[in-house]
């Protein structure tokens, strides 16, 4: 704390013993050292005192953090992909309020209730035909002969 050597300590020690003297010397130094303990307990408590309120901003954050947390998984275990795609083709086909635009609404006349099936007929394709063993035997591969090379 204090860049004080022996050397200055021992110079500091002489001119104390001259300026109080050898018989109340001691009384002094016992003081001293009580107001220094003093000092010491109350820097101690302070920084103690300081470190407890770092720990409880820091709990403070951490519950807010947890929170917040807590908060978005509870929207997940809530969430009703059904009802929410509902809302959102309810609002894109709402009718506009009268008076805000003369633009016709972009919604069909009339749209099939949810709970009804709509049955679609469209014919498939039909598969290709399997392929055998005779189809690849009608397609030769050339002969060596035939392709221009000797035998």
Known sequence: MF???WGE???????????I????????LRTLGQY???????????QGQFQEAMREAEMADLKKQAEDLKSSVSDFTNFDPMASTQKEI???????????TDQPSAAPAALPE????VEVNVPLPEPPSPVSEK???AVEAPSPKQAGGTA
């Open 9 to 19: 300590l021992v110079v500091i020690g002489i001119v104390a013993l001259i300026a």
């Open 90 to 100: 309810e609002r894109a086909f709402e009718m506009p309020e009268a008076g805000k």
């Open 3 to 5: 860049d004080i050597g």
């Open 36 to 46: 220094m303990a003093k000092v010491r307990r109350m820097a101690s408590e302070f």
């Open 21 to 28: 003297g050898p018989k109340e010397l001691p009384i002094v």
């Open 114 to 117: 949810p709970t009804q099936q």
């Open 135 to 137: 189809d690849f035997a």
